[in-house]
């Protein structure tokens, strides 16, 4: 009898730190995009690289605490493949967790500090004006997405 209330017990306490993880594991699972932003950028001539170098260490260790902060869920980089004329180069794709994207409630004001917080990383010496222009924004919302 002594031995079956050890063991349960030695369940019972096992199981306590069990249901409280739980919930903080679930809170760390990540959310779903709900919203995507589309910056549609044209690399100054011969500077696409360096464009693309300028998006990476700049905007994106932006983007990587926005992500750790729950205000974004993900980010890409996506590069024109094709020679046809185009007014673009480059496309940035920021994922949301709500359908508000950027405009949800304390998003742009968190993202604020993190671009106050943020160190400008020149590339050769140039800043995003001398290596492109933002051509334009589409704001999108996530219908249907597959893995």
């Known amino acids: 009898m002594i031995a079956r209330r050890l063991a349960l017990a030695l369940v019972m306490a ?3 730190p069990a249901a409280h993880a739980a919930p903080a594991a679930a809170a760390a699972a990540k959310a779903p995009t709900r919203h995507v932003t589309q910056t549609y950028l044209r690399a100054a ?6 464009l693309i170098a300028y998006i990476e260490r700049n905007w994106f260790a932006m983007d990587r605490i926005g992500i750790r902060q729950g205000l974004f869920t993900s980010y890409t980089l996506l590069e024109r493949s094709d020679d046809d004329p185009a007014d673009w180069d480059v496309i ?5 967790p709500t359908l508000q994207g950027h405009d949800a409630p304390g998003v742009a004001d968190a993202f604020k500090k993190i671009r106050a ?18 051509v334009r924004h589409h704001t999108l919302t996530l219908v249907q997405q597959g893995s």
């Open 92 to 96: 940035v794709a920021v994922g949301y």
């Open 14 to 16: 096992s199981a306590i």
């Open 117 to 134: 917080a943020h160190r400008e990383i020149k590339i050769d010496g140039q800043s995003l004006a001398e290596l492109g222009t933002i």
């Open 45 to 50: 001539p011969g500077k696409r690289a360096a």
